[in-house]
């Protein structure tokens, strides 16, 4: 079973809009049905056990039973002797959702057409979460921002307080480029703000993509990306990552089959390897892109944090790489609630991506950007990525010393030590990743398996840890309950196996 799947009816559960005021059988037949209406359980998919239903929803294997006998009642499941269940090859409203008509028919009795993809779900809730590689809120310094909006409201005309266009607010517009310009090379560009780097995705998608429009991504890759161009109508094309990056020579391969319209890539900090881009490989990525037309969306991910040397120059800032559309986020600079992104590209398609972004979001929140723009021109952000920057590789250090006494050291994984970014990415041996993310989630510590950051079914080896939201003796800690998850689930598999 998929550990996505799993993750996936948790969520729905938690979600349900019937939850507290139905029974517990109609509760689960509920997140049950709608994982498999909305595709995320595949046809002939075999669901988890009745013992595992029970144990993962804390309810009695009897009501397990009931829902299940429900489902498959109704046609959404099917029997199988000494197996379990199966999603059924025809679900009851396959023929409708084939059409795009009826998804789900809610309590209100309203009806509406089903999305051209189901879209991304939440993460299961856990006590200590290790999939997250973001940055640690409780770092950032408050009163130095509350000072730059008091700044920002000592203009008595309220400027501060009126629309912005959806461009951003100039100041900060101006803020950004000085700083991309300086710190990762990027000038002669236009910078727009976004509401973060999805929603950066996001618009980018729907002005560039039209459906049937080949994309190709990293895989395994960032799959919030993924959804950004699924729901522009695109057609992913996975492209193999290895320990030097993104695969060119696989890139090439791709061209010479059918155009793609475009490519996204994280090239500094893979997502979720954490592996760099060569430079050899860099140039031959513009090559290729440049002389088959195809636009380049970069990512650059994690790009504030390296701990060995300056990070790798981005594509964007290489020579002819017009074609090259820069991608960011100040999330990661700031706290989680940030949402500051912005979009560095040739002007024209900057101005486009304006006129796209004005049919869904009329203005944005001058205030909160003008006190920003204060705080980046006092040269405030980059002295707090300079204080993080050395917590984090702290972090990092203490992370990667408790997994080789962990992991290691009882021969169950191995991993590379990551220059730069905010996670490692440990391979396991022997043990299903999923598995192990599982049992590590019965326990308490939420972590992402490889398999739900692969675009078709395929290896699962893999975990991503994120360090840096957690304190050293925070991160011991989960990393004793993993270890605990990763002997559970090694000696299980080893017990299965033929003697």
């Not at 169950?412 to 041996?429: K, Q, V, Y």
Request: hydrophobic share 45%; aromatic share 6%.
């Amino acid at each position: 079973m998929p550990f996505s799947f799993d993750q996936m009816i948790r969520a729905l559960g938690a979600a349900d809009p019937l939850s507290g005021r139905s029974p517990k059988t109609r509760r689960l037949a509920t997140s049950l049905r709608r994982a498999i209406a909305t595709g995320r359980a595949r046809p002939g998919e075999l669901l988890p056990s009745t013992r595992e239903l029970a144990r993962d929803h804390e309810v009695h294997r009897q009501t397990v039973m009931a829902a299940l006998q429900t489902l498959a009642a109704e046609g959404w499941i099917e029997a199988e002797p000494r197996r379990g269940y199966r999603v059924s090859a025809v679900s009851p409203d396959a023929y409708l959702r084939a059409k795009g008509e009826v998804a789900e028919r809610p309590p209100t009795g309203f009806v509406w057409r089903a999305a051209r993809h189901a879209g991304m779900d939440v993460l299961p809730e856990a006590r200590v979460s290790l999939a997250n590689a973001g940055p640690d809120a409780r770092l950032f310094p408050v009163d130095e921002l509350r000072a730059c909006y008091a700044l920002a409201l000592r203009d008595r005309t309220r400027r501060s307080l009126e629309a912005v266009d959806v461009e951003g607010h100039p100041r900060l517009v101006r803020a950004l480029a000085t700083y991309l310009r300086r710190v990762r090379g990027i000038a002669g560009r236009a910078v727009t703000i976004t509401l973060g780097a999805q929603d950066a995705l996001h618009s980018l998608a729907e002005l560039l993509v039209s459906p049937g429009d080949r994309v190709a991504v990293e895989c395994p890759g960032y799959p919030p990306a993924w959804e950004a161009f699924r729901l522009a109508g695109a057609e992913l094309v996975p492209v193999p990552v290895d320990q030097h990056g993104l695969s060119v020579d696989a890139l090439e391969r791709i061209t010479r089959d059918k155009p793609l319209r475009a490519l996204y890539t994280t090239p500094l900090h893979q997502f979720p390897t954490t592996v760099t881009l060569t430079r050899e490989r860099r140039e031959a990525l513009l090559r290729i892109t440049a002389r088959a037309r195809i636009m380049v969306i970069e990512d650059d991910y994690d790009h504030e944090y390296h701990y060995a040397a300056a990070p790798a120059a981005p594509l964007a800032a290489y020579p002819g790489a017009g074609h090259v559309v820069y991608v960011g986020t100040l999330a990661k600079a700031l706290f989680p609630s940030a949402r500051v992104g912005f979009v560095a590209a040739e002007e024209s398609l900057v101005a486009r991506l304006s006129r796209l972004r004005r049919a869904s979001l009329r203005a944005c929140d001058g205030l909160a950007q003008l006190a920003l723009a204060h705080w980046i021109d006092d040269g405030a952000l980059e002295r707090h990525l300079r204080r993080t920057r050395k917590v984090y590789a702290r972090r990092r250090d203490a992370m990667v010393e408790a997994l080789r006494e962990f992991v290691v050291a009882r021969g169950l994984g191995s991993f590379a030590t990551p220059t730069g970014g905010l996670a490692i990415w440990l391979g396991l041996l022997g043990s299903d990743a999923s598995a192990v993310a599982r049992e590590a989630l019965r326990r308490g510590v939420l972590v992402i398996p490889e398999a739900s950051l692969q675009l078709r079914a395929g290896e699962d080896s893999h975990l991503r840890l994120g360090f840096a939201s957690l304190t050293e003796a925070e991160a011991r800690a989960s990393l004793r309950v993993m270890r605990d998850a990763l002997v559970t689930v090694s000696t299980s598999a080893s017990k299965r196996r033929p003697r």
